[in-house]
């Protein structure tokens, strides 16, 4: 089985920062792109940003200057720093994947979500 667990969410004031985690676990023979999304009450879930397994990013516009994405190859695990927040940015942000267990095709993963909520 392949888990993806976010970890780093909470509560804080606007302006101040916060960083998410995500790990990958089980038997992953290769991670591909992997990405942060979020979804408020009441709205889609949207891309927050996305990165390729050689490192290119992708960051949402409501995001560029604010948020970075990375990740640790040798860990499996994503990073999202988070600065600057601010109210609309509250939202349950997962973690994504694109994973290949050993003898099977690509899938796409989803972790449980982790609340972020930025107080005005």
């Known amino acids: 089985q392949v888990q993806l667990v976010e970890s780093g969410g909470g509560l804080v004031q606007a302006g101040g920062s916060l960083r998410l985690s995500c790990a990958a676990s089980?038997?992953?023979?290769?991670?591909?792109?992997m990405g942060w999304y979020r979804q408020a009450p009441g709205k889609q879930r949207e891309l927050v940003a996305s990165?390729?397994?050689?490192?290119?990013?992708n960051h949402a516009d409501s995001v560029k200057g604010r948020f970075t994405i990375s990740r640790d190859n040798a860990k499996n695990t994503v990073y999202l720093q988070m600065n600057s927040l601010k109210p609309e940015d509250t939202a349950v942000y997962y973690c994504?994947?694109?994973?290949?267990?050993?003898?099977?095709?690509?899938?796409?993963?989803w972790g449980q979500g982790t609340q972020v909520t930025v107080s005005s």
């Open positions: 990165i390729t397994s050689g490192g290119t990013t």
């Open positions: 089980g038997s992953i023979f290769r991670l591909n792109a």
């Open positions: 994504n994947a694109d994973i290949r267990r050993f003898g099977s095709p690509w899938l796409n993963y």
